[in-house]
């Protein structure tokens, strides 16, 4: 089956998404898909021509529908205005022909090729995690009825109202329990003395 002709929104979408990752966004560039007859050259996924000291640069991409059917590698438009852009960086130093030529272009399709496959397998690591339903929640306490005894009379507490009171209480009691028992310790004292003087008295 053959590939669609993207649309130009996307084209243009691509276009910005990887001008701002390879830091190219200095460079006026513009994006099209074209027929092969209408492209500067035969047998060309994609076409850049530019203008360094204008920072401007032009990029068809080759229309998938000239694409043979029976292609080992179908068409990548992605891929292909990844490199188109490669080449801006390479500008400076480019290679017209030659060896030194085949070389830069593998480099520049071998980095092309490696981005994108990176981009791609980390929207499909994102796909996976996003596919995991999330933890399953736990039901909150059932309410409790409220009290009718006289203890719940007056004005309504919060349960948190309630916690932060009961948490003073340990620090609180030791004073209350040693009072009373020094209190108590004087009445016993006198009754003790009481006591020992109604005896003397009645002995
Ligand atoms: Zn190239």
Redesign the pocket.
């Known amino acids: 089956m053959k590939a669609k002709t993207p649309s130009q929104k996307q084209l243009d979408a691509w276009l910005r998404e990887w001008q701002r990752i390879l830091r190219l966004q200095d460079w006026e560039v513009k994006v099209a898909a074209r027929r092969e007859r209408a492209m500067h050259s035969d047998e060309c996924e994609g076409c850049n021509r530019y203008q360094p000291e204008l920072k401007r640069a032009s990029i068809h991409i080759r229309d998938p529908l000239d694409d043979p059917e029976d292609a080992d590698f179908p068409p990548d438009p992605e891929t292909t205005i990844v490199?188109e852009l490669l080449?801006l960086h390479f500008a400076p130093f480019y290679v017209t022909k030659g060896l030194l030529n085949t070389l830069q272009?593998q480099a520049?399709e071998a980095i092309a090729q490696s981005l994108v496959g990176l981009k791609r397998r980390g929207k499909a690591i994102v796909n996976k995690w996003s596919r995991i339903p999330p933890p399953v929640k736990q039901k909150p306490a059932a309410k409790q009825p409220p009290r009718t005894d006289k203890r719940a009379a007056g004005p309504a507490r919060s349960p948190g109202v309630h916690r932060r009171v009961t948490a003073k209480l340990p620090t609180a009691e030791p004073r209350a329990m040693a009072a009373p028992r020094l209190i108590s310790a004087v009445p016993m004292a006198a009754k003790r003395i009481r006591r020992a003087t109604s005896k003397s008295e009645g002995g």
Request: aromatic letters at 0%; hydrophobic letters at 25%; glycine letters at 0%.
């Open positions: 490199h080449h272009e520049i």
